[in-house]
């Protein structure tokens, strides 16, 4: 472990450096924000670093986090001493274990990035609810308010633990601290061993299970003892704070850092406290002390050991002046008196006989890391001065409803002017994150700044919007929160200026950089009126930069990092120019020297070249424009998008009041069409000339952005100037037009459908019947031509004859969704909409296809134009089969509640209506249509008839048209965390069918190694290549012989993905469809995402079959292989061109070539295993006779 | 026999040495090219084309990182992870080590760009030589043959002045005026010359309407033209002449030789027959040599080059009438 005292470095890894070093076991498992903890230890691991005690800790990724916190409690039983990391969802599948480890007595700490726990909605952000969760496990909480802390108390809690016996969770504000860069005086080895107390290992050692002295834990206990045993453990909860308080006095000795279980900050007279934990902390007491320097009397104590709470250490605390108190809570406790720690604090007072003198309020703040600023502190204290101070108040938002917040104070100016405080606009593509995160780096390792990085992301996989917030001065930054004025603004998209106001938090005067194509001379003219307004106003030094060029002459591409970066440092006056522009060369050289020359090489030419770029905007002294920045969403949006959607996509959603919100978290679909984010630089033009209408580019596309239709001519009238339209060849549609159409600001310009698309000009090859041209210029008139081309109706569902080229004519219900560029994924989930979109249900897991799904602000499920579409839930990660059944039960039972009812109604409603319902025939699109008439004939019947059945009956009438359940979710749910519920599912008799979205990794929390991870490939945790096969989900689930089971790669065979859908849909029973989904945790351009798909079908590591029972049951092989059953090429030919594979042959070639070997001959096996099924007959017995067939 | 022979300045004990090739990517067929007697080893081409390539599989790698809450990267980080012009010199190291002939290192390209800065790399990883070849197609209309010539040469100009290498060039043969573009190749300072590059040519997918590469493997009919651009060269220039292209036989091997050939560079027959039959070939060429009497290789190095042979108008127009007429005669 690295010895060097000063890192740069985040909370996760500042807490993970403990851990690791003062642990032998690490059972993990990936949940956001925590991920990166285990991540961290696995690539020490990996690299060999040895703990304090000489060994490397054995990582361990487990299936799911209820699997880790087994793990670890067996470690902790066998002697082991024990880490691991959690958040959220994560953390509450501890809570059994928690139980069992602390009511044991033993030592293990559980860091956990506190994170929100799902409830009307998940949040991946930071709050307290998950652990609140645990306060009755009987673990010690230990908390952290920064990343300095997170390290600090680690070790903290690592020693008290160890002389303690009480289990600690040691916990810091997910993401603000989790992942705030800032610079950690981090612990020695030396000084780290001295805080662990070695008789303490030993006595943890000594208890281990031990067949030479062997004890026996965890008996069952009856009421006559359980009760007293349980009440034996109070000495050691007793005495823990007083231990907590001695390794705290111990570490202020050896590190000059003192912490107490209970900090006051603030005036010694304080008549007004604030009571508070977690990162909010910091920022109460930099705003205490601005109050106090003028002329205020307040106070913040901060909690460190939450649990077990030591009342006395509490009031001994508090000033004796102290009047009021405000608690506050970063969690919410419905139904209760108040949160958590208010009911602590009031509870403390009153067992401390003080109550009587002291007034507590309770209040909530910042769930799901809604931000908490100085304004927000200083009203609360402003509040506790009142007469009647509010109790059970929230602040940071308006609530309109229940009118419980407080409200804005002015936001006071706590670093007086002697932080520097910089603001950058970036795309995620672009590398601005990367470049700061160095530039944090540069500053935090090579001066006496202190520094502080903190980046806010939008919710997109493809062209997310990233805005980093960077802050620089002379003290440690105590300030938790986005930067509310900037001395510098750097604005690296040029778009943007059209899009965001990007100078709302300049600083008069400040330093504002734009990246633009044009010249220093013509660029304010081109700017819309706010932002020249600003300009003005502000008084902005103005600097432009065109660093797309710079990158384009010097070989760096897209990435315009370096070159941002180098005018940052030029401009700012953070550090003198010429020295900064070495110290950039220097890390450059530091960052990707091992990497290669020719990256730094690069680097370095960039950084030379863009200060002959950088040029000072002469600023008029007023405006020159009267263009504004056109409207974020189309007036023609509903009132919901107006109202709501509109503000969120301008980044302004803190603004919106808690009336805007519905209360259960149900939200209107279709809003995503609203959003036009024009993220492509090129999109596929459609030569129509060529086209040979084989409707694939609209099958590949991630993102429904290029359609298909054909219909009557008659519906061109009105057609904008340029709408292409040619005649139809296919039979289906007899003397129908054609045509191909781009969604111009939906489409991300990933390419899949110019790859796939078959039609080569014969005279130029090189010209297909899709080519990618530049986006700009071809915008407004596309727009107008896609908008033309959705008022053109849908061909009717039941002409459409179901092959790959049909489904493509039915409607996409899934839309400009944001997941990446080139999405394997997606491409399934569209042809479900498409091929059952009217009668879906979805049950989503957690992962990509639920944030994608359903990550607001807008939301890409949409409806037809009867107003139908997918219904879409995501419940949780680990129970997405459960809560699928879940709602084939119900749909079983209301339509069971229905047959009665029309039984018992038939008479009236017509025995031939009543008996065409209960026997409809809806295997295919005209049955479906014909029974929605019928359900329509009811109704129109039912009105005639005035009881309570028939009222019931119009409520479940829609019933009778058929529905079908898709279990969807990736790899990570079905193979791991969900597999037990799957499998439960999979051994019912219920039609719920499954779609695992396999990418062979956790794609959604960065690539995690699942048990679909092919042999060979490079994961994390399995950074050498994973050397265990791929389970065979397909496999397993075909064993009950009643599942419905298919494997498909849409790339290699789209016709047999259609077929297996509709199968799937159409068997009785459960159904799993297992589908190739390429991502960009593969390592290579998705736009070659089919052209995988295929090699990996031909080499026989993704053979593509189908399993039908009712096939089976007539005597003729249930399996039949529609592809790959003999692999053509090797599997190497597939492995080259995806880094993950590749990856492991550049870091051991050896390693690399065996475990090709190996997964070649897995290859041979499973294809052979498949040709033996595929001739598998099974004699079938005739039923009643008892004989064979 | 005395066999030895000096190329680029490195003294060998006999001219065979192992072309570049993928032969270079296994340690054992390294260590067994040595064991059959290799008298050097060129490694396969670090490609321009490829330090490209990795530049874009850098970027499209970070392409994704720092862009989503979730999760900074999607790849795990190892610790040894290099791109692969750095797996190349390392590569060179590992050679170096585990073999006691020379390494000889090869860089392709062909634009005057970024990539030549890898000789002093090379160089600083041990190679004890370095082989530029230069892959230029003339499909550029705007250029003259004499802007491409001068394009080379400036290459060869930059290279040297990276390296102390000794530097050879492996050319194609389609240069107008071979003679004169060699020498200001020497005066750029080459120290050798590799004739001669063999193209990967483009086949044509009709099915597909594409452009399919095929490789095959060389065969003696392709020895001619290195023969005779060997003897134009050889005694003209200071600089050291290596044949590429076409040697499978001791036979092959002693013509090339009399061409005047400091070197001989084996591919296709080693990976058709395997490291081994460098040994056939010395062998043969050994006794070929003792057969008539020879005292030593370099008795007969350049024997047969334009200014000693017999007949020098049949490496000139002389040679292009005799077959003409002899086949002519075939038909008759």
Known sequence: MSEKTIQIIDGNEAAAIVAYRASEVLAIYPITPSSAMGEFADEWAAEGRRNLYGTVPIVQEMQSEAGAAGAVHGALQAGALAASFTASQGLLLYIPNMFKIAGELTPFVLHVSARTVATHALSIFGDHSDVMACRTTGFAMLASSSPQEAHDLAAVAHAATLRARVPFLHFFDGFRTSHEIARVQCLTNEELLSCL????????????????????????????????????????????????????????????????????????????????????????????????????????????????????????????????????????????????????????????????????????????????????????????????????????????????????????????????????????????????????????????????????????????????????????????????????????????????????????????????????????????????????DKRLKFWVIDAVKVARDTGMGARINTIMQTCFFAISGVLPRAEAILKIKQSIEKTYGKKGAEVVKRNQEAIDRTLDYLFEVNV????????????????????????????????????LPVSAFPPDGTWPVGTAKWEKRNIAS??????????????????????????????????????????????????????????????PEDCTGCQACVVICPAKDKANPRHKALDMAPQRPLRDAERERFDFFLQIPEAPRENIKLDIKGAQFLEPLFEFSGACGGCGETPYIKLLTQLFGDRLLIANATGCSSIYGGNLPTTPYTTNRDGRGPAWSNSLFEDNAEFGLGMRLALESRYADATNLLKQLAPRVGDDLARALLEADQTNESGVAAQRERVLALRGSLRAIHTNEARRLEGAADHFVKKTVWLVGGDGWAYDIGFGGLDHVLASPWNVNILVLDTGVYSNTGGQQSKATPLGAAAKFATAGKSISKKDLGLIAMSYGHVYVAQVAYGAKDIQTVKAFQEADAHAGPSIIIAYSHCIAHGYDLMYGTDQQRLAVECGIWPLYRVDPSRGATGEPAMQIDMGGTPKRSVKEYTMNETRFRMVEKTDPKRFENLQMEAQRDALRRTEIYRQLAELRVQQIKAGSGTTS | MDLSTTWLGLELPHPLIVGASPIVDDFDLVRRAEDAGAAAIVMHSLFEEQIELENITHDAIGAHGNSFAEAATFLPKPHEFVLGPDAYLEQIRKLKKAVAIPVIASLNGATNAGWLHYAKLIEDAGADALELNVYTVGHDPEKTSMDIEQGVVDMVRRVVRETSLPVAVKLSPQWTSLTHFARELEAAGARGLVLFNRFYQPDIDPEHLDVAMRLHLSDSTELPLRLRWLALLSGRLSLSLAASGGVHTGLDAVKTVMAGAHAVQLVSSLLAHGPEHLAVVREQLTKWLEDHEYQSLRQAQGSMNLSRCPRPEMYERGNYIKILQGYTRMML
């Open chain 1, 197 to 536: 107390d070695a008789e303490c290992v030993a006595a943890h050692r000594g208890r281990a299970l031990t067949p030479d002295k062997p004890v026996l834990r965890g008996t069952a206990q009856n009421p006559d003892t359980f009760f007293q045993a349980r009440e034996a453990a109070n000495g050691y909860y007793q005495k823990c704070p007083s231990i907590v308080e001695s390794e705290m006095v111990k570490f202020g000795k050896l590190t000059g850092r003192n912490y107490k279980l209970f900090d006051y900050h603030g005036a010694p007279d304080a008549d007004r406290v604030i009571v508070i934990m977690g990162s909010g902390a910091e920022t109460a007491r930099a705003t205490a002390d601005w109050l106090n320097a003028r002329g205020a009397r307040v106070g913040v104590v901060t909690v460190h050991l939450y649990r077990p709470f030591s009342i006395a250490h509490f009031t001994n605390i508090l000033p004796n002046t102290t009047k009021r108190i405000s608690v506050l809570d970063r969690t919410k406790e419905p139904g209760a008196i108040g949160e958590p720690l208010y009911l602590d604090i009031v509870a403390a007072l009153a067992e401390a006989g003080i109550a009587a003198r002291i007034e507590v309020r309770g209040g909530r703040y910042g769930l799901s890391s809604k931000e908490f600023t100085p304004a927000m502190v200083r009203s609360i204290y402003n509040d506790l001065a009142e007469k009647n101070p509010r109790n059970h108040f929230t602040v940071g938002i308006v609530d309109d409803v229940t009118h419980l917040s407080l409200p804005a104070a002015d936001a006071p100016d706590v670093f007086d002017n002697k932080v520097f405080q910089s603001l950058f606009y970036g795309l995620g593509s672009d590398g601005t994150v990367g470049a700061n995160k160095n530039t944090i780096k540069i500053i935090g390792e090579q001066t006496s700044l202190h520094v502080q990085g903190y980046f806010v992301y939008d919710s997109k996989k493809s062209g997310a919007i990233t805005v980093s917030h960077l802050r620089f001065g002379p003290e440690p930054l105590r300030a938790p929160y986005l930067i509310q004025e900037a001395d510098f603004v750097g604005c690296h998209q040029f778009e943007f200026t059209d899009r965001f106001d990007v100078l709302e938090l300049a600083k008069p005067g400040a330093v504002f950089l734009l990246n633009t194509p044009y010249d220093a001379a013509r660029i304010f003219d081109d700017l819309p009126l706010e932002m020249q307004q600003s300009i003005v």
């Open chain 1, 620 to 655: 008029p002294t007023r405006a020159t424009t009267s263009r504004r920045r056109p409207p974020l969403v189309s007036p023609n949006a509903p009132d919901f998008v107006q109202r709501v959607t509109a503000v969120m996509l301008a980044g302004k959603g803190d603004l």
């Open chain 1, 682 to 743: 090129e999109i596929p033009v459609w030569d129509s000339s060529i086209c040979i209408q084989c409707n694939k580019c609209a099958m590949v596309c991630p993102h429904a952005a290029i359609r298909v239709k054909a219909y009557d001519s008659e519906c061109l009238a009105g057609a904008p100037e340029g709408f292409k339209s040619v005649l139809y060849r296919g039979n289906e549609f007899p003397e129908a037009n054609y045509t191909v159409q781009v969604a």
